[in-house]
Each structure stands twice: as structure tokens, then as C-alpha cells.
């Protein structure tokens, strides 16, 4: 009895040295990335611009022509960390705008933010399945590559899935004592999702109805109390950024416009309707639509699915030769591509509504998540680049390993925890739903699952004879 009772400390302190080794490989991991592919993206330097000029001009707005106009195609959620770090400093970051350099604060604090989010998914796990559900978790967290090298890329990605998964873990609290104390920091979490990316009220959505279901108490108003509560919290930062935009351009705008675009500008809908008769998958979007109308786009790099007809061909080949000569929109261009999109929707229904959406969604969970990292855009070119089709092929597998081991962990998870399992499973098929509407195929746009599929996968450890460690049954 003695023995048993002395080797307990001993199978902590080893589980501990375990984790910490565990978080120790997660940072070399990053700082490898750091080191090596650390990346710069448009959307970078325009987030930076909003921040500076934000902080040093007192104008939320982007610089053009040596003019600050204000803007609201970004919400103020990741500019605010830019500014803040700007601020404590010293204007290094104003220093060496429009550089890696300048991002490097950055990029330290998204490693941190992306090993907590480690650590928070691992907690999670733990408390479903015990302690080997929890070091399952912290391996597939920590060793994950594709959410390591969005780390080091001056994106909301990071700081998203950050707070993805703080809120199911104060979910997950809530559901376990019902405590009004949780909300607040619940609320506070899905806010501050929502600040990063418009896109994130799914997860309110996913919420909500969890809350409003798990109540124990017999009238509907003690019911409804925890769910209005967070909705009137989670819209707390939205009013004064309504209330701005309202003021500035007349327009209710609460989160960012799907088109990106400000009041007034024009927007390429035509393209974009045109693009979703043939876009399926990320080199499309390379090619095609993330060039129009500024940049020339090939009509040779685009699939033979682009055109059904010699004479469609013909006629797409004018359009995108006079929109890369003028650079900028041209109305009779965008008449061109609608009258192309009418007549290939008007031919192919089944294709346009169904196939093609389903298609994009496939190619944004399983495509190779490289588009961070120094590998060819066709990458299935085998005789051009033989080590970086292997390279991808690899990354595909992997990447469908975690979706592989999320599904058969699922089942677990929803015995032990079946609200909050169904939370986590319902914002992902929301999402999905989402992602279905959508033009251009990204893999980015899935990321966010992984933090979920990686609790799930932890569950394939789960002894389902014993209670999970740190539940009621074993105490803390």
C-alpha cells in the first residue's frame, strides 16, 4: 500500500517532465518556422498600415496616395494588438514598417498564444478522457506543423484559434458547475474571436444553444438568463465600432462586408460569380482570383473546365487581356464575365449550386497545407519537382490523419461530454456550411477546426473504463 501510494508522485512528476518535453518540441518546432519560413502576406502590411495610423494619427483607415482614409474593411480586433505593440515598442514597428522585421513582437507573442492553445486543448482532453488523453492532445497540439507555421505569418489565424478554443474550454467549465462566473470570460472570448475575423459568430451560434439547453433550472427566464447574458457581453465591443461606422459612412455595418470593400467602391461581383462557375480549388485562386482585376491573369494557366465552348474561350481570353491592360475595374469587362456566367449556370445548374461548392469545401479540408511554406503551386507536378510532390503528398496525409483520428476520438467524447462534444462538432458543420458559399477555395478557412478535431483525436486514448482524471469522480 505504501509502495502504490509513493509511486503516485513519481508517475506525476514523469507525466509533468513529459509535457514540458512535449511544449519544449512545440517551440523548437516554431522558432524552426521562425527561422525559416516565417511569412509576409498582403494582408500583413494592410493590418499594419490600419495599426499605425490608427495609433500615431488617430484615424482607424489605410494610407493611399500619402492620404489617410478611413476604413472599415478590417475589424479592429488584430490592428489593436498591432498597435498595442507599437506602443510598448517605442515605434519600432513604425521604424521598419512593411518588413518581417517590424512583425517580429508579433510573431513572438502568436508562438506564446499558439502554445497556450496547446496547453488549453490539452486541458480540455484531460478533463474528458484523464491524463493520457491530455499528453495525446499536447503531442498532436505541440507537433502539429500546420498550426506552427501560421504562428509565424503576421495573421488572425493564431490569435483565432486562441480563442476558439478558450471558449469551449469555459464552456466546457460551465457545462461541468453551471456557474455564472464562466460567462463573463465566455463572452469575453467569442468577442474578441468575432474582433479577429467577422466569420467567428459561427461560434457564438455553436454556443448559445448549448447554454440554453444545459440550464437545470425550472422557469424559461433562469433558462434564457446565461445565454442573454453572453449575447448582450459578446455585442458589448460591437457598439461603439457600429456607432463609428455609422457616423463616418453612413451605413450599418456592425462586422466587416463580405466583399471587403468600403462604402462606395466597387466591388468585382461579376468576376466572382463568373470565377464560381469553374474555381474549385487553391490554384485557382492563385491564378485567377486573387489577381483581377489589378494583376494579368493567363487564360492558359486557367482549367478546361473555365470554358465549355471555343467560342467561351475566345471570349474570356478578351476579357481578362483588356481587365490585365487597364488594371482596374472596367464595367463593360464585369458585363462580359456576367453574361458568361448566366450562360454557363443557365447550361450547367447541377455543377454551379451543387458540385463545384462541394468541391471547394473538399479542396480547403484536404488540400496540402503548403501555401505557407516554399513549395510549387502545382506541387502534383511529380517530373518538375519530384521532392516537393513528395513533400505535399506527405502534408496531405497528415492532414487527413488528424480529420481520420477526430472522427474515430468523436464517438468517445460524446459519451463522456455529450453537450460539449456536440458544441465542437456543430461549429465545425456550420462552418462547413459556410465554407459552401464561398468563391475562392483557401485552406486557411479550415484551420480553425484543428484545435477541435485534435480533442477528439485524443479521445481514441481514453480508457473508457476509468473516470476521466481531474473530473468530480477523481477530484482535482
Known amino acids: 500500500m505504501h509502495a502504490a501510494l509513493t509511486d503516485i508522485p513519481d508517475k506525476q512528476r514523469h507525466r509533468g517532465l513529459l509535457a514540458a518535453f512535449l511544449l519544449l518540441c512545440g517551440f523548437l518546432l516554431r522558432l524552426y518556422f521562425l527561422q525559416k519560413h516565417a511569412f509576409l502576406a498582403a494582408d500583413s502590411v494592410l493590418y499594419q498600415d490600419i495599426a ?67 496547453c488549453i486543448v490539452a ?39 486562441f480563442f476558439l478554443a478558450l471558449a469551449f474550454y469555459l464552456l466546457q467549465h460551465w457545462l461541468t458547475d453551471g456557474r455564472a462566473r464562466w460567462i463573463i470570460p465566455l463572452a469575453f472570448a467569442i468577442s474578441c474571436s468575432v474582433l479577429l475575423r467577422p466569420d467567428q459568430g459561427l461560434l457564438a451560434a455553436a454556443i448559445l444553444p448549448v447554454l440554453l439547453a444545459s440550464g437545470t433550472h425550472k422557469t424559461l427566464r433562469r433558462r434564457l438568463q446565461p445565454a442573454i447574458l453572453c449575447i448582450a457581453l459578446t455585442a458589448l465591443p460591437f457598439v461603439p465600432w457600429t456607432i463609428r461606422n455609422y457616423r463616418i459612412f453612413h451605413v450599418f455595418q456592425p462586422i466587416a462586408p463580405k466583399q471587403a470593400t468600403d462604402p462606395g467602391e466597387p466591388a468585382p461581383l461579376h468576376f466572382e460569380r463568373w470565377f464560381r462557375t469553374w474555381g474549385a480549388d487553391f490554384t485557382a485562386t492563385q491564378d485567377a482570383y486573387w489577381n483581377y482585376p489589378e ?101 496531405a496525409a497528415l492532414n487527413l490523419a488528424y480529420f481520420f483520428a477526430a472522427i474515430a476520438g468523436f464517438r468517445g467524447a460524446l459519451k463522456r461530454e455529450t453537450l460539449l462534444a456536440l458544441s465542437m462538432a456543430g461549429y465545425i458543420v456550420l462552418r462547413c456550411l459556410l465554407l459552401l458559399t464561398l468563391d475562392n477555395s483557401e485552406q486557411r478557412y479550415t484551420l480553425e477546426f484543428f484545435p477541435l478535431l485534435i480533442v477528439f483525436a485524443a479521445c481514441i486514448w481514453m480508457n473508457p473504463g476509468q473516470p476521466p482524471k481531474g473530473s468530480s469522480a477523481d477530484g482535482p
Request: aromatic share 12%; with cysteine; proline share 6%.
Open 52 to 118: 499605425l495610423n490608427w495609433l500615431h494619427h488617430h484615424i482607424y483607415g489605410l494610407t493611399e496616395g500619402g492620404q489617410i482614409r478611413a476604413t472599415l474593411i478590417r475589424l479592429p480586433g488584430y490592428p489593436a494588438i498591432l498597435a498595442a505593440l507599437s506602443w510598448l515598442f517605442d515605434g519600432f514597428l513604425h521604424a521598419s514598417a512593411g518588413t518581417l522585421r517590424s512583425f517580429l513582437p508579433l510573431l513572438w507573442l502568436q508562438i506564446a498564444a499558439d502554445l497556450a492553445t496547446c
Open 295 to 395: 494583376d494579368a491573369i493567363n487564360v492558359a494557366d486557367l482549367p478546361a473546365r473555365a470554358f465549355d465552348t471555343p467560342l467561351q474561350h475566345e471570349q474570356t481570353e478578351k476579357l481578362l487581356q483588356q481587365a490585365g491592360y487597364e488594371g482596374k475595374l472596367n464595367p463593360q469587362v464585369e458585363a462580359g464575365f456576367e453574361a458568361l456566367a448566366q450562360e454557363r449556370i443557365a447550361a450547367h445548374p447541377l455543377r454551379y449550386y451543387v458540385l463545384l461548392p462541394i468541391a471547394r469545401l473538399v479542396n480547403m479540408l484536404f488540400h496540402p497545407r503548403t501555401e505557407m511554406l516554399p513549395v510549387a503551386e502545382r506541387w502534383w507536378q511529380f517530373r518538375q519537382h519530384p521532392a516537393q510532390t513528395i513533400f505535399s503528398l506527405f502534408y
Open 123 to 161: 486541458i480540455m482532453a484531460r478533463k474528458i478522457g484523464g491524463t493520457a488523453c491530455g499528453l495525446a492532445a499536447l503531442a498532436l497540439a505541440c507537433l502539429c506543423p500546420f498550426t506552427a507555421n501560421y504562428a509565424v505569418a503576421p495573421l488572425t489565424e493564431t490569435f483565432t484559434l
